[in-house]
């Protein structure tokens, strides 16, 4: 069974999906790591973020490995372990970029089917249901207001000794939703049959509560 949960940075998706596969004994993938090891691996490299046929060529040469760890999934590429790097706000500012070129989409989409083509997984990402897994058996679209989203990272960056004001993250965000959905190559916008949650005004627990009566259903 894949269940797929796209949205907008912020939207809550990493912890609920993480939550979900815990407790229906599932893997998780999380598809944007895999762009951010990407753009972590341009950036040290110096190459052109503009040239996706060079980003892309980078993608299939330095496919990234997820792995389970003891504090969640780590996360490696060209032999470097680059779990905390690919946090930072230099390769956030700059993901965006290297995930709009449709030649890196599809390099990093082949890892992706080929990782979840067998056994339970639940996914998270922009694509996840509409390129990545369009068979998914369960399908949501999980979103919140632009500033609920803006003090959910404020607030998860501060716990990881990242100040940033509130504003900025507001300002941040609408620049990447703005890239994210308005690009060429699998713009972010909500697949067919999939259930839209507005996480604004529920909590984490409430939202893994809903896609497990989904994943029940979906099992019957
Ligand atoms: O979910 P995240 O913030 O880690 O994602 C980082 C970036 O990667 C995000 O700005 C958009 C891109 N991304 C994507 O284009 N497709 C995905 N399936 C996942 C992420």
């Known amino acids: 069974m894949i269940v797929a949960i796209d949205g907008p940075a912020g939207a809550g998706k990493s912890s609920v999906a993480r939550a979900v596969a815990r407790r229906i004994g ?12 990407l753009t972590w691996l341009a950036l040290d490299r110096r190459a052109d973020l503009d040239d996706g046929a060079e980003l892309a060529a980078l993608a299939r040469r330095y496919p990234s490995r997820l792995s389970p760890g003891e504090g969640g999934v780590i996360v490696q590429i060209a032999d470097t372990d680059v779990t905390s790097a690919i946090r930072e ?5 700059e993901v965006s ?8 989409r599809a390099a990093v989409v082949a890892v992706q089917q080929e990782l979840i083509a067998e056994g339970d997984w639940v996914a998270d990402g922009r694509d996840v249901g509409t390129v990545i897994a369009p068979g998914a058996e369960v399908k949501v679209f999980m979103t919140a207001t ?8 404020v607030r ?4 990881v000794g990242q100040g940033v004001a509130h504003d900025e993250m507001v300002a941040e965000i609408e620049r990447r939703d703005g890239i994210d959905s308005g690009r060429e ?5 909500v697949a067919d049959g999939a259930l839209v949650i507005d996480t604004s005004d529920l909590t984490e627990q409430q939202v893994v509560e809903v896609v ?5 259903g979906a099992r019957g």
């Open 146 to 153: 632009v500033e609920e989203r803006a003090r959910r990272r």
């Open 156 to 159: 998860d960056l501060e716990r």
């Open 89 to 93: 706000p230099d390769v956030t500012a």
């Open 185 to 189: 190559a699998s713009p972010m916008q």
């Open 97 to 104: 970029r290297v995930s709009a070129h449709a030649a890196v």
């Open 26 to 37: 599932a893997g998780y993938l999380d598809t944007g790591a895999m762009y951010r090891a």
């Open 212 to 216: 497990e009566r989904l994943v029940a």
